[in-house]
């Protein structure tokens, strides 16, 4: 069996996310007031599971990336209970599926391996997804689905994680100070992803006038501000549900994935339409943008909704300036 090879890029994400370390109390371990003025339910969620699926979520950039290793740890159990796998020079079946409700992945591994195995593909699924729920069940549902595909949906939790690490490390990537580079790419043919940037850093700035982030301004360079006060950003209620649940913003958060996946692991003999993929999360932005508000009466009656949402601009803000930087090869304008 071979396994992917993941390279990790000389990049902006890459350099951050890599040596992005938080502590494990940074997410759902902070009081939280719920109606009744119990305060405790913020300190319920720190067990032994949700240190695993930190540390996972820690360990590797890409949604992807962890579900794959996951997946050949549980082939290798499955090769331990005596099963010969035949997988050759093949790699492990797995994509993700475009659904604005959650993000899911599916494996056909078990259907592959039943070509050479004396089991049916079901069977084999039973076997992986066993191990899978014994290891991993906090970190992302599992079923079986005939004739053998075995879906993965991120649990809302480990989500949660995720967006926390990306946001931090757009508090960390706005100090990075990039050269020009040179591109092929006239400013026009970028204009709805610069305005999209652009916008997302003009929101980010009236979040920390509104008192929701505070921001260092820089004085020189591009660097027109770092973030110098993050805290935990409450992305999931009292329930441990994500509260980012409308359409656009869980379409937001997909094709945040998506991009990250793509950036970190790569697949020999592919290759990756870099425009193609940021003017799709620049339209994923402004229909989140345009349909669900952050001021005004949702910072009122719902604040941790209003944070969340303004987390999720960080995060994007800081994977669109990455996209134009480091792939589309020009400097991501703060205004315009």
């Not at 371990?29 to 699926?53: A, I």
């Not at 070509?115 to 997804?129: C, D, F, L, R």
């Not at 066993?130 to 290891?135: C, G, M, R, S, W």
Request: proline share 3%.
């Amino acid at each position: 069996m071979r396994v992917v090879k993941f390279t990790h890029y000389s990049s902006i994400i890459h350099q951050i996310l890599s040596y992005s370390h938080f502590s494990l109390s940074r997410l759902n371990f902070y009081p939280w007031t719920d109606e009744t003025g119990s305060n405790d339910l913020g300190y319920r969620f720190f067990t032994k599971e949700h240190v695993h699926q930190r540390l996972l979520v820690n360990q590797y950039t890409a949604i992807k990336q962890l579900i794959y290793n996951q997946l050949v740890l549980a082939l290798n159990i499955y090769t331990s209970n005596g099963v010969i796998l035949c997988m050759g020079d093949r790699k492990i079946p797995l994509h993700k599926v475009r659904d604005d409700g959650r993000i899911l992945y599916i494996s056909g591994v078990a259907l592959q391996l039943s070509k050479s195995q004396n089991s049916t593909a079901m069977e084999i699924a039973g076997e992986i997804t066993a191990h899978l729920l014994a290891t991993c069940s906090h970190v992302f549902s599992v079923q079986i689905v005939p004739p053998g595909w075995i879906h993965l949906e991120l649990t809302h939790s480990t989500l949660a994680a995720w967006l926390q690490s990306l946001t931090a490390s757009s508090a960390k990537g706005n100090q990075i100070i990039h050269k020009p580079h040179t591109t092929n790419h006239n400013f026009s043919s970028l204009f709805a992803i610069q305005y999209a940037h652009a916008r997302c850093c003009s929101l980010i700035q009236l979040a920390h006038r509104e008192g929701l982030i505070k921001l260092s301004q820089a004085n020189t360079g591009l660097d027109v501000w770092s973030v110098v006060s993050l805290q935990p950003i409450p992305w999931l209620n009292c329930e441990q549900k994500l509260r980012l649940n409308h359409p656009d913003e869980m379409c937001l958060i997909g094709e945040l994935v998506q991009v990250v996946d793509d950036w970190e692991i790569m697949d020999f003999g592919s290759s990756v339409n870099w425009k193609k993929i940021a003017m799709n999360l620049s339209q994923a932005f402004e229909n989140f943008w345009c349909k669900c508000r952050i001021w005004g009466e949702v910072k009122i009656t719902s604040p941790e909704l209003a944070q969340a949402r303004v987390g999720l601009l960080m995060a994007t803000q800081f994977v669109l300036r990455a996209l134009l930087e480091e792939k589309l090869g020009v400097v991501a304008l703060w205004e315009l």
